[in-house]
Every structure is written in structure tokens, then in C-alpha cells.
């Protein structure tokens, strides 16, 4: 179950594993220590978490992966070894973060599991499982995490129900179906709790899915609002779509990735998927609010503002990394800001206002793009070269990939060094046709054939990208020459950047001003996992789950279909590591 690793914590205890299963629930027995003592998670918490705790996705909620912590740095990260290592009894992709509480860490895996672990000696306090039904329709098997609250665990079940979880023994205090899974609406995120609620979206845009955001009653699980992210007619944003027709009822725009907040305006932002069908052809319009970033409300639901990206999205670009909060200059301004380095090879530089609205800066390429010929310096629209666009019946050849230049896992931003650093795919191109294909609920809506299209003479395909977010301009790259990179990004005020996502299973640091490589480490699996930093009796750890699979498996299996025997089958099963320094 665990493994205990030649590294001791400042201080341990003892504790008694306890097993959790839901579907039967548990005698009633002595808590341990650790969970007498735990200590809820409040709304000030979460506004300022304390500098040792991980008490949410992105550890706060303007998504910047950053943690204050910097007893690991450049000048020790070479003796950081693992402390102990938990495996988690499942298969296919681990995406989640190990939040962290005073010493209580909370883990999601795939397979409807969430765990409860002692960070001071790697043992099981309670284990949640609800296996999900035998039809269940769920195309990306995997969970992105959980959310704190009170002493409550707030997790989205994969066939689309919220449970809000007794933090201290695992026990289900309510639960709500979101949606009727058989339609093709499942969950892979991290719940965002804000203003006494906990929002979700599903998933599901490859289904024929209305895409939308919901929100719960933190303490009841009741309902308290439901906005679409495709607008039925008489709606604002109504008229991208058809006139007359029904495509908006199966339009896309599906939520993959937890919102970022702003607490000043009480705006939450999400970003959406791509259209359904695929092919742009089959719903004429610019088809709001398909691969956007929409600011939604968190009062009321009402979407307070919008920017699209991808107008008519026929890439499968779906842009649903939500953009993060950071203020950044521009000549002699300084702009309240969202940044979104999408999945269409583009930086995006936006500003956001406290009514809503979002205004275009600047956007500059991150990888090699040939499908905007242009960017209106006013609007932000891209102006496309028809050659490379696909449609039903019409094959076109574009870079990035379907899969972009970086993908759902998310990028860091630290405000000492003004860097934003992008795990990125460079080199490799796609080629869509587009074909008819009907409607039925819960069955795939795509309507396209898909090839990837790999540079053979590219000395590397994955990245590590450092910007500048004040000069809008790239300052490193870390390059990995047999590799492409699905890595979530940390960083810390210790100078460091973490990120695992290579095929090599590895677990790296790097220096954040000079991208130079300090130290890595291999796991049982690829590291797709969202890494994060704590402190427990006053030293500092750093914990990540490895677990290959999803959309990074099935990439790697497409270049060893082009480079036969250079990409084999990456071992998968799950584990979360804790590292620190010996």
C-alpha cells in the first residue's frame, strides 16, 4: 500500500489505517490524532491560505500554481529524495493535486476514489469508493482533484454526481446528480468552492453535449444555479448560432478544468471546449460560447463577459484552461490581467473588469500556429487561412495539433521572477476531414477522422517554456529530445519549477531564471500529476502523483505509430510520491 523511503519527517507519529468504503459505511471507531485535530477549511482560509497548507486546486484561486515556500531551492534540490511513496490501486491517468491541510492530505484518483493519507507517515487514514456503473460513459478516464471546505471533501464523480465527503472519516454527507450520464455528461474536475457554493461543469464534448457550469449549496447540496455555455434562442450570444436550427441543443462547449476566481468581483472564470459536431460547417456561426473564457457571476450564474478565441472551432482546440488572474505591464500601464496560453498556439494577453467585460491586449504565438494569418490589433479575432481550416469532406493540414500547443495541464506563474512557465508541444502538426454523422445521446458526436502528423527531422518535440509576462516575451526553453511533455507546473519562491509529464517517467526541477535542469527523479509511471509544495513541523515537502494515461498515452502511442519502437507503451498505475530534502 505504502512505501517508506530512507528520508524521516521532522517529527512522526503512529497512526492507525482506517478503511473507508462507502457503499458500506463503517463501524464507528476512535478517529486518529491527526483527524481529531483537523482543522476546517474557512472562507478566509481559502482567501489566504497559509504559506504551508495546500488547501485548493491551484492553491489559490488566481490559478498560479505558486507557493511561498523556499527551504527547497536551487542550492539543495539536488539531495531532495523520497520520503514515501502511497500507490493507489488503480490504473489510467493520475491528474490530481495532493491538497494538504495540517498534515492531512486528500487525493483523487481515477475510478470514483478519493484518499485521505498522514503526510508525517505516508499511512491511509480512510479510503472513499463508489464504483461507477458498468455503462458508464467516460471517454478521459481520470479525476483533477477535490476541494476543501469546512471539514467537508467536495468531489466530482465521474458519471456526473457531486458528494461532499466527512473530511474525517470519508462517510458521504450528501450527494447531487448533476446530469443523466447516459446523455454523455461525466465529471473530471476539481469542484471550485466560492461565496457558499461548490461549482462544476461537465464534460463530454465529443457526446453531443449542452455544456455548463452549475452551482450547490455548500452545505445542503441543493441546487442554486445552472448556466449553459451554449445559449438557447432569445439568449445572448443566440445569434451565432443557426437561426431556426437545433444544433445548439448538442453545440459542445464542455467544462474540463476548474474556473479561477476573483474574489474582488466575485467573478469566476471558465474556459469551454469545442463545438459539436467538430466540423464548423455543420453550425455556421461564430457559435458562442464554444472555446472561450467566460466570466460567470458567482451570486447569480449570469455570464458577465466573454472572450473567444477559436470563432466557429473546427481544430478540436478546445481552450478550457482557465486563464489566470496576474496584473502585468504594458508600456506604462498596468493592466488587470488574464493570461491564457491556449490550446491554439497562442499566448493570450487579456483584461479583465469588475463588471465582467474582457478586453484583447496582445497575443503572440507559443509554438509554430500557420492557421491566423492575422490577430485584429483592436478585437483579438483571428483572421484564418480557409486552406487550414477542415470541414465536412474537406481535408486540412495545420499546426499546432488537435491536441495543441499545451493542453489541459496547467501552467505557474511566479511573481518574483514575473515568469509564466508552459509545458508545450512543439513540432507537431495534424491533418481533419470532416464526415456526416447523426445525433444519438451518449455516442460519439465528433464527425472527423484525425491524423497526426509528427516532424520527422524536429530534434524534440516537448517544452518548458518561461515568458515574461510584462514583456510578452519568452526568456528559456527546456527541450526533451525524445519526449513530448503533459506536465503540470509548480512554482516556489525557492527559485524552483517542478513538472513531471515526460515518457521517461521522470519528476524534474528546474532553476525558474535559467531553465537549467537540477534534478529528477524516476517514478513507477509518467508524471501527469499536478505537483504541489507543503510544510509539515516546519520543513518543507514536495508531492505529485504519477500515473500514465488519457490523452498522453494516446499521444505517444501516435508517434510510435510514425517512429515505430521510439515511443513504447508507457507502464501505468498509480502512485503519489513525497519528496524532501535529505
Known sequence: M?????VAFAASAVVCGLTTIVLAQPPSVPLPAVLQAYKPVTAERLRQPEDGNWLMNRRTYDGWGFSPLAQISPANVARLQPVWSFTTGVPQGHEAPPLVNDGVMFVSTPQNQVIAIDVRTGLQLWRYRNPAPPDLIQLHPTSRGVALYGDRVFFARAESVL???DARTGREVWSATVEDNRKGYYMSLAPLVADGKVMVGASGGELGVRGFVAAYDV???????KTYMVPAPGEPGAETWPAGGEQWRTGGASIWVTANYDQESNLAYWGTGNGGPWMGDKRPGDNLYTSSTVAIDVRTGTIKGHFQYDPNESWDWDEVSPPLLIDFRRGNRTVRGLINVARDGYIWFLERTKAGPIAYVDATPHVKQNVFRS????????DVDPARKPGTGKLAEFCPSHWGGKNWPPIAFNPQTRMIYVPANENICASIIGRDVPYQPGASYVGAT?????DKNADHFGEVQAWDVDTGKRVWTHTFATSPNWGPMLATAGGLVFSGGTNDRRFHAFDAKTGRLLWEYPTPSGVIGQPTTFTVDGAQYVAVQSGWGVDARAMQGRLNATFPGRYPEV???GSIWVFAVK
Open 450 to 454: 484525425t491524423t497526426t502528423i509528427p
Open 2 to 6: 505504502y512505501t517508506r523511503h530512507p
Open 375 to 382: 490577430i485584429d490589433p483592436k478585437t483579438g479575432r483571428p
Open 571 to 573: 507502464p501505468e498505475g
Open 163 to 165: 458528494v461532499a465527503l
Open 219 to 225: 452545505e445542503t447540496g441543493k441546487p442554486v444555479w
